[in-house]
């Protein structure tokens, strides 16, 4: 997903022009955070953007992306938490995949479960605080297939 901000010049974006310099997929994206029902301004969308780059680029570590790893921690198709998926990860991954987390349920990757009342489903986590299930949707699956990180 890593090709979707190779050829956006992130600086040269700004509230007038993203959704001619944004792929149409991005750009829908980032259109509730704009104004007049949002409070990006350039510098903050163009930092958004980034951080965004950043959840696509490949980790030296597990030579995976952020928001890869998170894929396929979700492959199976079952429902749980980041805590669940990621057990052994220090506390600052854990907030950056649940920022990954939301970005993939923007791209409708990932949904939070909820209840039959809307509400969400939380389960107590490993330090004892309740924390969000998230579910995969066909989306993420088609992703990692159309990567060739799993097959059909």
């Known amino acids: 997903m890593a090709h979707r901000f190779k050829t956006i010049d992130i600086p040269a974006v700004t509230l007038e022009n993203y959704q001619e310099m944004l ?3 991005l750009a829908l994206q980032v259109e509730m955070f704009l104004p007049p029902e949002g409070s990006f301004d350039a510098p903050t969308l163009r930092r958004y953007l980034e951080n965004l780059k950043q959840y696509e680029e490949e ?12 894929r396929f921690a979700f492959r199976d198709s079952e429902p749980d ?19 990954v987390a ?27 605080k309740m924390v969000v299930l998230y579910k995969p949707t066909s989306k993420l699956l088609e992703s990692l297939v159309r990567q060739g990180l799993i097959e059909k």
């Open 23 to 25: 792929p149409e997929s």
């Open 81 to 99: 938490t980041i805590c669940g998926k990621f057990p052994q990860a220090e506390l600052p991954l854990k907030r950056r995949l649940r920022c």
């Open 102 to 128: 939301e970005y993939l349920i923007r791209s409708g990757e990932l949904d939070k479960v909820r209840d039959e009342n809307g509400k969400l489903v939380k389960k107590r986590g490993v330090l004892g």
């Open 59 to 70: 980790d030296e570590n597990s030579h995976m992306t952020l928001a890869n790893r998170l």
